[in-house]
């Protein structure tokens, strides 16, 4: 069973511009939660998505927004990036809740 | 708000030797997930163990054991006979629900 695969593995962006990171979870888990990753916050939770739903969101700005598709897949965007953005993004997901959660390897963003 | 409190930023330990990593938390809820998540270099997060609040055998696999006391809020990951690929970013995680909330994280090395 393939795991949970993030794209892309590393990004570069400049301020100001927008990014789409994409998750494809586990065949068949229908959770898939995102995590920023960062030297000085540590690991921080986005959000989670069931079925198409946000169902949770954690403590971030209105320019970090996700959404998922009925295949489950989910992509997270952030608008007007600004260099404090450059963290590591890991994507989890899970059967239904957070029960055990796999991880992807993360993309790796970074602000310039 | 619960949160992850992880006092080792930093440990080391001889191969084939004993550790244990602290986890202590905060939280008024009574059922509750645990976990303990290693991250190794390649970044993906791993499941090493998982507790449930209810249960107050603790739980173990293979070579890693937790020591949970719930009423002290205290949630130790003992690894047994150490091996060089343990070393790894170690995180303690609490979830309630659909939120994950992760300390801070200790580094773990093993000697060879």
């Known amino acids: 069973k393939a795991g949970v695969t993030q794209t892309p593995r590393y990004l570069i962006k400049t301020r100001g511009q927008q990014v789409t990171l994409s998750c494809s979870p586990i065949s068949g888990h229908r959770s898939v939660s995102w995590y920023q990753q960062t030297p000085g916050q540590g690991l921080q939770f986005l959000f989670e998505y069931f079925s198409e739903t946000q169902r949770n969101k954690g403590n971030f700005p209105g320019r970090f927004s996700g959404r998922q598709f009925s295949n489950s897949r989910s992509e997270m965007n952030v608008s007007t990036l600004e260099l404090g953005d450059s963290a590591l993004y890991l994507c989890a997901s899970s059967l239904r809740s957070v029960t055990e959660a796999f991880f992807g390897q993360g993309t790796r963003l970074t602000v310039v | ?112």
């Not at chain 2, 390649?42 to 006391?69: C, P």
């Not at chain 2, 091996?83 to 995180?91: E, I, K, N, R």
């Open chain 2, 1 to 112: 708000a619960q949160t992850v409190t992880q006092s080792q930023p930093e440990m080391s330990v001889q191969e084939a030797e004993t550790v244990t990593l602290s986890c202590t938390y905060d939280t008024s809820e009574n059922n509750y997930y645990l976990f303990w998540y290693k991250q190794p270099p390649s970044r993906q997060m791993i499941l090493v163990i998982r507790q449930e609040a209810y249960k107050q055998q603790n739980a173990t696999e293979n070579r890693f054991s937790v020591n949970f006391q719930k009423a002290a809020k205290s949630f130790s990951l003992k690894i047994s006979d150490s091996q060089l690929g343990d070393t790894a970013m170690y995180f303690c995680a609490f979830m309630k629900g659909n939120d994950m909330r992760f300390g801070a994280g200790t580094r773990l090395t093993v000697k060879p």
